[in-house]
Each structure stands twice: as structure tokens, then as C-alpha cells.
């Protein structure tokens, strides 16, 4: 059975009235975990070069930077690529090594942008 607890709530305030909004769900684009190194880094080169924001990956004060893997920096710019793209179709493979995942890979400070869906409650 699917989950459909909201993950994130918000408050909006529309014509003067308080709403409260639930983000029910959202589409990621991850690395691959069975993906090899030398793949992902081809992969990660190409979206870094065709219109991700690699901008957090940056060694000094990017807020992705760590965990220093391929993995983990392959998973960010993947899904940035994706989410500029508009999540077309075919913009989340890069070559077999990327998958869309349905759970929030953000931690920390290192946010990825996402598609939510936000279902009003109130």
C-alpha cells in the first residue's frame, strides 16, 4: 500500500483565509546504486555541462559537497537536471545510471530541488 502521509506541511494564506497544505508526494532523480564509477562520472560530467546546477557540489562552501562520492554527487546534479528539464520524459537515465525515486534524497543543508504535489487539508 502506497504512503500518502505528507511528508512536508505548509501554511498558505490565500484571500485573507489560512490554508493548510500537505506535500503528498514527489519524483527525485537519483544515481543508480548498482551504477558504476567510471559510468556515473561520464553521466555526472554531461549533466554538469548541459544545464544542471552543479553549483552545490563545489568543494568550497557547496552545500552538497559532502558526502565527497560519485554517488552522491552524481545523485544531486542528476536530479537537477531533471527538475530544469520539467521531469520530461527520458530526462532521468543518463545512460541506464539514473532512477526516479519517490522518497526525498535531501539531508542537512543539501536540499534537492523537487516536483512535490500538495494536497489542501484546510
Not at 505548509?10 to 497544505?21: Q, T
Not at 514527489?26 to 543508480?32: E, S
Not at 553521466?43 to 568550497?60: E, I, K, M, R, V
Request: aromatic share 14%.
Amino acid at each position: 500500500m502506497e504512503n500518502l502521509l505528507p511528508n512536508k506541511l505548509f501554511f498558505i494564506f490565500f484571500g485573507g483565509a489560512m490554508f493548510l497544505a500537505a506535500a503528498v508526494e514527489g519524483n527525485w532523480c537519483v544515481a543508480r546504486s548498482d551504477a558504476s564509477n567510471q559510468a556515473l562520472q561520464t553521466a555526472l560530467d554531461y549533466a554538469c555541462s548541459s544545464g544542471a546546477d552543479c553549483t552545490p557540489l563545489q568543494p568550497n562552501n557547496g552545500l552538497c559537497f559532502l558526502p565527497n562520492t560519485i554517488q552522491a554527487h552524481s545523485s544531486y546534479a542528476f536530479n537537477s537536471y531533471f527538475q530544469r528539464k520539467g521531469m520530461a520524459p527520458g530526462s532521468c537515465d543518463f545512460s541506464g545510471t539514473a532512477t526516479v525515486a519517490k522518497t526525498d534524497p535531501s539531508y542537512g543543508s543539501c536540499v534537492y530541488p523537487s516536483s512535490l504535489r500538495y494536497a489542501c487539508v484546510i
